[in-house]
C-alpha cells in the first residue's frame, strides 16, 4: 500500500538518522523508531529498506563491509588512537575507530592488524 507514497523529506530525518547511527542501530531498527516515534507523518510519507539505504548511503553513512577496511587502511587511525589507548582490545578500538574517525571496522581486520602490527602485545589486550 506504501509503495507510491513520497519519501520523507531528509531535512526532516536526517538529526534522527544521525543519532541511531550513532548508536549502531540496524537500518530496520533505524526505520522502527522513525516509525513509532512519528518523526514523519506516514500516512503521507513511505520509508522502506531499499529507499533508507540508498538515503544513507547519500548521508555518507557506510555499513562495515562497504567501507571495505584493511589492516593498512586502518593503520594511520590505530596509530594516533594507540596514543591515548594504549591497553584497547578489538571490542573497543571497533568503538573507538566508529565514534572517532567514523570507520565502521570489522573486529575480524582489527584483529588481523593486532597480529601484523602490535604482536608483542596481544597478551596485555582484553577482548583481542
Known amino acids: 500500500m506504501g509503495k507510491n507514497k513520497p519519501l520523507p523529506p531528509l531535512d526532516i530525518l536526517r538529526p534522527h538518522i544521525l543519532k541511531y547511527w550513532a548508536m549502531r542501530k540496524t537500518d530496520k ?37 562497504k567501507q571495505g577496511h584493511t589492516i593498512y ?16 582490545g578489538a571490542v573497543e578500538m571497533k568503538s573507538l575507530l566508529f565514534h572517532e574517525n567514523s570507520m565502521s571496522v570489522s573486529r575480524h581486520v582489527i584483529n588481523a592488524y593486532f597480529r601484523e602490527f602490535e604482536p608483542e602485545s596481544e597478551s596485555e589486550r582484553p577482548g583481542g
Open 29 to 65: 531498527e533505524i526505520i522502527d523508531i522513525l516509525k513509532e516515534k512519528r518523526i514523519f507523518d506516514t500516512d503521507q510519507y513511505g520509508l522502506g529498506l531499499t529507499s533508507f539505504k540508498a538515503m544513507r548511503n547519500e548521508m555518507g553513512l557506510e555499513r562495515t563491509r
Open 73 to 88: 587502511s586502518i593503520r594511520e587511525a590505530m596509530v594516533a588512537l594507540r596514543v591515548q589507548y594504549t591497553k584497547a
